[in-house]
């Protein structure tokens, strides 16, 4: 409980940078429980629709229906390649040009290996965003200047969250 607690009052004290390098972007914490065609599809949204700066990683439940890849810093292969026709409109397997990203975008997407459980009302959902956060400092070394929890429900529609976010000085760290 105080690694918890400790945890986030780094997320309310620190300095605020602005959002330019890799060290210095935003981080986009996600949990999910999906099928893999929804998670492919939530992570291929945060990816086109932010900076190459912005760094996503992602927590699947105890409870999820799948197996996500091992470690957290793992080949994009599982989200970036495959077509799938609830995503991609067709099983041809092909993902045509508008599908493309780049070597960046391939490196910008991790996965927390904690797969602590996430319940409704319990405040389980902020302690795996927590944890999320903890482990891309600790381990992964990130250093971002803001964190943006997201709900896997929702989507980006446009591109400059990022923008919005350090405009407003919304979760800086």
Same mark, same amino acid.
């Given at each position: 409980m105080?690694?918890? *607690?400790?945890t986030?009052?780094?997320?309310v004290?620190g300095?605020?940078?602005g959002?330019?390098?890799v060290?210095?972007?935003?981080?986009?914490s996600?949990?999910?429980y999906?099928?893999?065609?929804?998670?492919?599809?939530l992570?291929? #949204?945060?990816?086109?629709?932010?900076l190459?700066?912005?760094?996503?990683?992602?927590?699947?439940s105890?409870?999820?229906?799948? #197996?996500?890849?091992?470690?957290?810093?793992?080949?994009?292969?599982? *989200?970036?390649?495959?077509?799938?026709?609830?995503?991609d %409109?067709?099983?041809?397997?092909?993902?045509?040009?508008?599908?493309?990203?780049?070597?960046?975008?391939?490196?910008?997407?991790?996965? #927390?290996? #904690?797969? %602590?459980p996430?319940?409704?009302?319990?405040?389980?959902?902020?302690?795996?965003?927590?944890?999320?956060?903890?482990?891309?400092?600790?381990?992964l070394?990130l250093?971002?200047?803001?964190?943006? &929890?997201?709900?896997?429900h929702?989507?980006?529609l446009?591109?400059?969250?990022?923008? &919005?976010?350090?405009?407003?000085? &919304?979760a &800086?760290?």
């Open positions: 105080i690694r918890i *607690w400790f986030a009052a780094l997320l004290i300095l605020v940078r959002i330019d390098t060290d210095n972007g935003l981080l986009i996600t949990l999910t999906e099928e893999i065609h929804y998670v492919r599809n992570v291929r #949204n945060l990816v086109s629709l932010t190459p700066s912005t760094n996503i990683i992602v927590h699947f105890a409870s999820s229906k799948v #197996n996500p890849p091992e470690g957290s810093k793992t080949s994009a292969d599982w *989200w970036a390649n495959g077509s799938d026709r609830y995503i %409109g067709g099983a041809s397997g092909e993902l045509t040009s508008t599908h493309a990203f780049t070597s960046r975008d391939r490196e910008r997407v991790f996965i #927390n290996p #904690n797969r %602590g996430t319940h409704h009302a319990i405040g389980s959902v902020l302690r795996q965003h927590l944890s999320n956060f903890e482990h891309a400092r600790a381990d070394k250093k971002p200047a803001y964190i943006m &929890f997201h709900a896997a929702s989507r980006l446009t591109p400059g969250v990022e923008h &919005f976010i350090a405009k407003n000085k &919304f &800086f760290i």
